[in-house]
């Protein structure tokens, strides 16, 4: 496997890709880039590039296929009185890269008011898609997977949020209602859509990757960060500040842009918010930051529960989460395990906890396993 420092020069020095294929034949190089979300980035800087020229056709045929798709998501709510925001790499793709195609997207992420998800879901579904049936609550799950199929092989899917994240101290830094009182338009997915503006976006864009995914970040995600904050000015900067301390995400936003400057470019960048000198003020500021227990590279799921108990305000909500995790509706479970006999529930309820807690026993051992 080729090394990620080793792969992630090809940000800064394309014609690196040549060496990388040298050394490691053609197939693992295309492998890795793909694995980091990086195949049409490289395709449209290295437009020669023949290892490319499949990935920048398919990128430039799936864009095609999906923007009328997204216009039609944003118009089912639109029509149904709603105002959705497009947000992470749904709208990065067309704002902050040079083509669309370049950031490629699992799915089109969309937020709406909390009080507005009944409606959305609804219009949605008139509108063709299919719900996947995620766990409900009022604490456990914040979002909703739509899709719909677009063509042979290609399967569009709007995943619709009442917050950014489903943890709830990620969720609370950037409240659902502050963003779309800060959101502007965006013409690119239609006359009824809405995007987060360039402080929020940065904010949302270094909080996703240590929020959702410890295990592996991948380098596009970093290059996410890099490209939004070359294009916020110096004059923002104590805005992008004021709004992290306030956010108590200081700590992770410094810790995001410092990544983004380490995998995304060989010398420092003249971009004032990743130069060193801002960095070490957001990461001074947010030194007493609860949200740096994210941070944490051996977190596991117990590690993550804990920190999600502990960021709700009150025990009856922390009892509700606990709950929602363990006993989910009947409906749900029923789904879940393809069944409608309700002589079964007992036992399905019962196989949910007991599989439930095995995970959560290897993953408390294995989490606590010195490294060898």
């Known amino acids: 496997m080729i090394p990620l ?3 992630a020069e090809v940000l800064w020095r394309p014609a690196h890709l ?29 437009p020669a590039s023949t290892l490319l020229a499949d990935a920048r056709r398919t990128a430039v045929l799936d864009d095609a296929v999906r923007r009328p798709a997204i216009v039609a998501a944003c118009d089912a709510l639109g029509a149904a009185g709603l105002r959705p925001l497009v947000f992470k790499g749904g709208a990065w793709a067309h704002t902050t890269y040079p083509e669309p195609w370049c950031r490629p997207s699992m799915d089109l ?7 507005e998800r009944a409606p959305a879901c609804v219009a949605l579904q008139a509108a063709g898609f299919t ?4 766990i409900p609550g009022d604490y456990v799950n914040h979002q909703e ?54 402080i929020d976006s940065l904010l949302i864009a270094c909080l996703h990757p240590v929020a959702h995914h410890p295990d592996h970040v991948r380098l596009m995600w970093w290059l996410d ?23 108590g995400v200081s700590g992770l936003v410094a810790h995001a842009l410092g990544e983004a400057r380490r995998w995304c470019y060989g010398t420092d960048p003249a971009a004032p918010a990743l130069s060193a000198a801002f960095r070490q003020a957001l990461a001074s500021a947010g030194t007493s930051d609860a949200s740096l227990a994210l941070l944490n590279p051996a977190r596991g799921l117990l590690a993550d529960v804990w920190t999600d108990l502990r960021a709700l305000p009150t025990t009856r ?21 393809g069944t409608r006999r309700p ?8 196989r949910r906890l007991v599989a439930g807690g095995v995970r959560w026993l290897r993953d408390w051992i294995t989490g606590r396993r010195p490294a060898t």
């Open 225 to 247: 960060v890099a490209r939004l904050a070359e294009t916020l000015p110096a004059d923002r900067l104590e805005a992008v500040r004021a709004r992290a301390a306030h956010a």
């Open 109 to 115: 992420d969309l937020l709406v008011r909390r009080d």
């Open 131 to 134: 719900p996947s049936g995620r």
């Open 5 to 7: 420092e080793e792969f």
């Open 317 to 337: 909500a922390r009892l509700v989460l606990a709950r929602e995790h363990l006993l989910p509706p009947a409906a749900f479970m029923y789904t879940r395990y």
């Open 18 to 46: 040549d060496w990388l294929v040298s050394r490691y034949g053609a197939d693992e190089v295309l492998w890795r880039a793909r694995q980091e979300g990086l195949a049409p980035y490289l395709a449209w800087r290295l």
């Open 343 to 350: 002589w079964m529930l007992p036992v399905l309820y019962a």
């Open 145 to 198: 997977a739509f899709t719909r199929s677009l063509a042979p092989g290609i399967t569009f899917t709007v995943d619709l949020h009442w917050q950014i994240s489903n943890r709830p101290m990620v969720a609370a830094a950037l409240p659902e209602t502050a963003l779309l009182a800060r959101a502007f338009p965006a013409p690119y997915a239609g006359a009824h859509a809405w995007q987060a503006d360039a």
